[in-house]
């Protein structure tokens, strides 16, 4: 029933901010307890968790990541959304939004829905 779909531009410049929003649909990004994540793949590379938003708002972040990404919201359109800053050629991948059901299970790359993935080239 839940439903997610990626969106954004799929050609970044490096040294720009990789822009990405997820519209979910069949529930809502605010139901208690379900986390929001992004998840990303490398071509030829396994999964990376990046980050989550809670239903509450609290935001979790991979500390590899930490400094360059930001998680939001926007509760209105049901929607959640990536900023990964300072991009480089090695952020080129198949970003995907998916829901977990606790922070572990995020965390553990454990997922009961996903996007399709969106794929996104880092290149000038």
């Known amino acids: 029933q839940v439903q997610l779909q990626e969106s954004g531009p799929g050609l970044v410049k490096p040294s720009q901010t990789l822009s990405l929003t997820c519209t979910v649909s069949g529930g809502s990004v605010t139901t208690s307890y379900y986390y929001w994540n992004w998840i990303r793949q490398p071509p030829g590379k396994g999964l990376e968790w990046m980050g989550a938003i809670a239903w509450d708002g609290s935001t979790y972040y991979s500390p590899s990541l930490k400094s360059r990404t930001s998680i939001s919201r926007d509760t209105s359109k049901n929607q959640f959304s990536l900023q990964l800053s300072s991009v480089t050629p090695e952020d080129t991948a198949v970003y995907h939004c998916?829901?977990?059901?606790?922070?572990?299970?995020?965390?553990?790359?454990?997922?009961?829905?996903w996007g399709q993935g969106t794929q996104v080239t880092v290149s000038s």
């Open positions: 998916a829901r977990a059901s606790d922070l572990r299970a995020a965390t553990d790359e454990r997922y009961d829905y």
